[in-house]
């Protein structure tokens, strides 16, 4: 069964960066997505990013256009999200996860990773 693999999480302080990254056991279909949802203390999972693995394409969530940017080494299967201009409101587990587009949060739909925590506080 295909796994992902989220990394990099960690505490930054405010206006820090951090650097994510999602590896695939196995190379996603041309029809699916790897993306990456959050879930704060409290409150629901929310789409933060997403690529289409077919073409390229990159979507975005309005909370975190021109501060967060996607990535992808197509030959090691793996995603990488750059958060810049960090927040205390991006405090979260982030979820790496691949699954047919479009992205849902649901977490029984496709294949999702453990979470990595992502602290930003000074």
């Known amino acids: 069964q295909a796994q992902v693999v989220e990394s990099g999480g960690g505490l930054v302080q405010p206006g820090g960066s951090l650097r994510l990254s999602c590896e695939a056991s196995?190379?996603?279909?041309?029809?699916?997505?790897m993306g990456w949802f959050r879930q704060a203390p409290g409150k629901e999972r929310e789409f933060v990013a997403a690529?289409?693995?077919?073409?390229?394409?990159?979507y975005y969530a309005d909370s975190v256009k021109g501060r967060f940017a996607l990535s992808r080494d197509r030959a090691e299967y793996t995603v990488y999200l750059q958060m810049s201009s960090l927040k205390p409101e991006d405090t979260a587990v982030y979820y790496c996860?691949?699954?047919?587009?479009?992205?849902?949060?649901?977490?029984?739909?496709?294949?999702w990773g453990q979470g990595t925590q992502v602290t930003v506080s000074s």
């Open positions: 996860t691949r699954q047919p587009w479009p992205l849902e949060s649901d977490p029984r739909r496709g294949t």
């Open positions: 196995t190379r996603p279909y041309s029809s699916h997505a």
């Open positions: 690529i289409k693995w077919g073409t390229g394409q990159m």
